[in-house]
């Protein structure tokens, strides 16, 4: 594949930023980017195989995280109740790793994931007590790998997150799934 170098070093310095923090012609070179990549980018057995198994990886993370989230969220309950807190947020953060290519283009990314995003595979899991494994192929019959159920996560990566190519994606290497809380505590003031 041949990649142009000043258009992946500006690629890997705007992803690193929140959508809401890139400027305009950040966003266009993202997308510049992006087609360049997609044009050259073919699926292989060996591409295929490795997106599968990000999937399952995803999966299995999402399971753990599913019944971590769950005692947080029930302790956390639980301090409200006891006034300890006055209120509470819970966000998982995902963030993908690449230990390779991103860094041969951009030195700072080394030790740094790549790309990060908020997922909120939480929200498909509401009100449930046991991790649900329903897929989430988003237009079954369009959707890439149909022969797989795919986890949220995964198909938040390749559905939401606009930024990144089938390259990209084939490129993680390494997941890391983060619950933050965030404890309130607040008072009014007459």
């Given at each position: 594949?041949?990649?142009?170098?000043?258009?992946?070093?500006?690629?890997?310095?705007?992803?690193?930023?929140?959508?809401?923090e890139?400027?305009?012609?950040?966003?266009g070179?993202?997308?510049?980017?992006c087609?360049?990549?997609?044009?050259?980018?073919?699926?292989?057995?060996?591409?295929?195989?490795?997106?599968?198994?990000?999937?399952?990886?995803?999966?299995q993370?999402?399971?753990r995280?599913?019944?971590?989230?769950r005692?947080?969220?029930k302790?956390?309950?639980?301090?409200?109740?006891?006034?300890?807190?006055?209120?509470?947020?819970?966000t998982?953060?995902?963030?993908?790793?690449?230990?390779?290519?991103?860094?041969?283009?951009?030195?700072?990314?080394?030790?740094?994931?790549?790309f990060?995003t908020v997922?909120?595979?939480?929200?498909m899991q509401?009100g449930?007590?046991?991790?649900?494994?329903?897929?989430?192929?988003?237009?079954?019959?369009?959707?890439?790998?149909?022969e797989?159920?795919?986890?949220?996560?995964?198909?938040?990566?390749?559905?939401?997150?606009?930024?990144?190519?089938?390259?990209?994606i084939?490129?993680?290497?390494?997941?890391?799934?983060?619950?933050?809380?965030?404890?309130?505590?607040?008072?009014?003031?007459?």
């Amino acid at each position: 594949m041949k990649i142009d170098k000043e258009l992946e070093i500006d690629f890997i310095r705007a992803i690193q930023k929140s959508n809401s923090e890139r400027t305009y012609r950040e966003g266009g070179r993202i997308h510049k980017r992006c087609k360049n990549i997609e044009s050259q980018f073919r699926f292989t057995p060996k591409v295929n195989e490795k997106i599968v198994l990000l999937n399952e990886k995803l999966k299995q993370e999402e399971k753990r995280v599913f019944y971590q989230y769950r005692l947080i969220e029930k302790q956390s309950n639980l301090m409200v109740v006891n006034k300890e807190i006055d209120d509470f947020n819970i966000t998982v953060v995902l963030s993908y790793w690449n230990e390779k290519h991103y860094k041969k283009y951009e030195p700072s990314i080394e030790g740094n994931p790549f790309f990060e995003t908020v997922n909120n595979f939480m929200d498909m899991q509401r009100g449930e007590i046991e991790y649900n494994q329903e897929p989430h192929n988003e237009h079954h019959d369009k959707a890439p790998f149909p022969e797989i159920n795919h986890c949220y996560s995964f198909h938040n990566l390749y559905d939401h997150c606009h930024e990144l190519t089938w390259f990209d994606i084939y490129n993680i290497d390494e997941v890391w799934m983060e619950i933050k809380v965030d404890y309130q505590f607040f008072r009014k003031i007459k």
